[in-house]
């Protein structure tokens, strides 16, 4: 399945953004999504899961009450919605897929087989 990201971009302190991944080759349906995160010189960082069905959600203490994150199975789409956003939310954003649902709540990147390339989001001050 190849994976592609988009909706990052330049946003003030306190605005919102919507990032967008669309999946193809294959049907996310049963699948476990996964959006990470990379500032420079940090490690890649958990950010928001959901599994297969929509049906549980998972967020990092970072991110809780301010991030929402979906999935569209008909669109074979999953989405992650910022709201409230702050400068330490800069980071290349990735999102990747779980074919097995092993995820669950973990934050590790290990149970992801399938990553996005990424979009950017800055977020000034």
């Known amino acids: 399945v190849q994976l592609q990201a988009s909706g990052g971009g330049l946003v003030q302190a306190g605005g919102s953004l919507r990032l967008s991944c669309a999946a193809s080759?294959?049907?996310?349906?049963?699948?476990?999504m996964g959006w990470f995160r990379q500032a420079p010189g940090k490690e890649r960082e958990f950010v928001a899961a959901?599994?297969?069905?929509?049906?549980?959600?998972y967020y990092a203490d970072s991110v809780k009450g301010r991030f929402t994150i979906s999935k569209d199975n008909a669109k074979n789409a999953v989405y992650l919605q910022m709201n409230s956003l702050k400068p330490e939310d800069t980071a290349v954003y990735y999102c990747?897929?779980?074919?097995?649902?092993?995820?669950?709540?973990?934050?590790?990147?290990?149970?992801?087989?399938?990553w996005g390339q990424g979009t950017q989001v800055t977020v000034s001050s």
């Open positions: 990747a897929a779980d074919p097995d649902g092993y995820s669950g709540s973990s934050a590790s990147h290990k149970f992801y087989d399938y």
């Open positions: 080759g294959r049907t996310i349906s049963t699948y476990s």
């Open positions: 959901i599994s297969w069905s929509g049906g549980s959600t």
